[in-house]
């Protein structure tokens, strides 16, 4: 594989989004607080970081579980990773804590995900990259690869994990940034972020094929979570969303009138619900089909913007993205392992009975 860096890129770490600057703020107790951490932490900025010993692992820090464990991999005993977003964080609204400063602060390298995802946290990610090297990991995605957020236009759709051809580009800046922080350990860098690439774009085309064995009329993913853009566009899935809708008014009832005659006249088996997000929506809707005759059910929970808990094959990027995959491809009547690509998923993903096919209504 060639690659072609372009280290200018890097070498001035200038991974905010000038574009869009923040309203100016009132000085209400939430201010204050934001301000002291902003002292605390030039405080702790300019005190001397001491220089890496030679041959002690390098101190990375990185934002999102997806970006944590990617570098985790491509590092190897190389890096000691902390990722600060655990398990069921939302990376949109995620404010660093004191702790967070801190281990920024100590960190040789810090790497995040980008494209606006970790909103919160922009200030903070520019100020540390003024003294140590911060690379945002979807910065070399091309511009046409990218999807707009619906509701900003102005942005592009941060969600790029869940398409795994995308994050193989994350995975090339992860091993090239990782060489020019630690020119020593260069080979070792590459070397691994080429495996995980390739491991990526072969889920990738796993994804694909099971698929492509969904009938074509259900291939219809109905989630309550706007992160699924790019998982549709590459797994072919057409993505309509139930977030945001409400009962209470006009609007809501008609969006939700409007994808029940989407269940109803495609035969759409299940709709899915995504951890963090309240299924109460997603179950009106539900109810609201079978009142029709559709023969639909909750077809599992998916991961969006967080993986499973730590030391699970779920809580991986490969296990989450397998088993979104997975469990997308056997509810929707695909045909796809039980226990997803390489059989690791932690239990097998059940195929949801249809109503009829059980006995009920
Ligand atoms: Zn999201």
């Not at 109810?287 to 929970?301: H, L, P």
């Not at 997308?328 to 796809?336: E, H, N, Q, S, Y």
Request: glycine residues 10%; proline residues 7%.
């Amino acid at each position: 594989m060639t690659i072609d860096f372009d280290m200018s890129k890097f070498l001035f770490c200038q991974p905010i989004d000038r574009r869009h600057p923040q309203p100016p703020r009132r000085w209400g107790p939430a201010a204050i607080g934001a301000a002291l951490l902003i002292a605390l932490f030039a405080a702790a900025c300019s005190r001397e970081t001491p220089p890496r010993q030679p041959g002690t692992p390098l101190k990375i820090t990185a934002t999102t579980g997806m970006v944590a464990d990617t570098v985790s991999r491509i590092a190897g005993a190389r890096g000691e990773v902390r990722g600060l977003m655990g398990a069921g964080v939302d990376p949109h609204l995620y404010k660093p804590t004191r702790d967070d400063l801190e281990s920024l602060t100590r960190a040789d390298v810090i790497f995040y995900s980008g494209l606006l995802l970790e909103g919160k946290m922009a200030d903070t990610l520019s100020r540390v990259g003024r003294t140590k090297p911060v690379f945002a990991v979807t910065e070399r995605i091309d511009a046409s690869k990218l999807l707009r957020d619906e509701e900003n236009p102005d942005h592009p759709d941060p969600h790029v994990w869940m398409d795994a051809s995308l994050w193989a580009l994350a995975a090339e800046v992860v091993g090239q940034s990782l060489a020019q922080v630690d020119p020593d350990g260069s080979s070792h860098y590459l070397a691994l972020a080429r495996e995980v690439m390739q491991e990526c774009l072969e889920l990738h085309e796993y994804g694909k094929a099971i698929m492509s064995t969904v009938p074509e009329s259900r291939r219809v993913l109905i989630s309550s979570h706007d992160a699924f853009g790019y998982f549709g566009r590459a797994y072919g899935l057409e993505v309509l969303g139930v977030q945001g809708i409400s009962t209470e008014s006009e609007a809501g009832l008609r969006r939700i009138n409007e994808l029940i005659d989407t269940i109803v006249s495609r035969d759409i088996g299940a709709v899915f619900v995504e951890t963090s997000v309240p299924r109460k929506s997603v179950e009106a809707l539900i109810e609201g089909a079978r009142a029709r005759g559709a023969k639909v059910s909750i077809g599992g929970t998916l991961f969006s913007d967080a993986m499973g808990p730590a030391d699970t094959y779920e809580g991986t990027y490969i296990g989450m993205l397998d088993h979104n995959l997975t469990t997308v491809a056997r509810a929707l009547g695909g045909d796809a392992p039980e226990r997803g690509w390489r059989g690791l998923l932690a239990s097998p993903v059940a195929v949801q009975p249809r109503p009829s096919e059980d006995g009920a209504p």
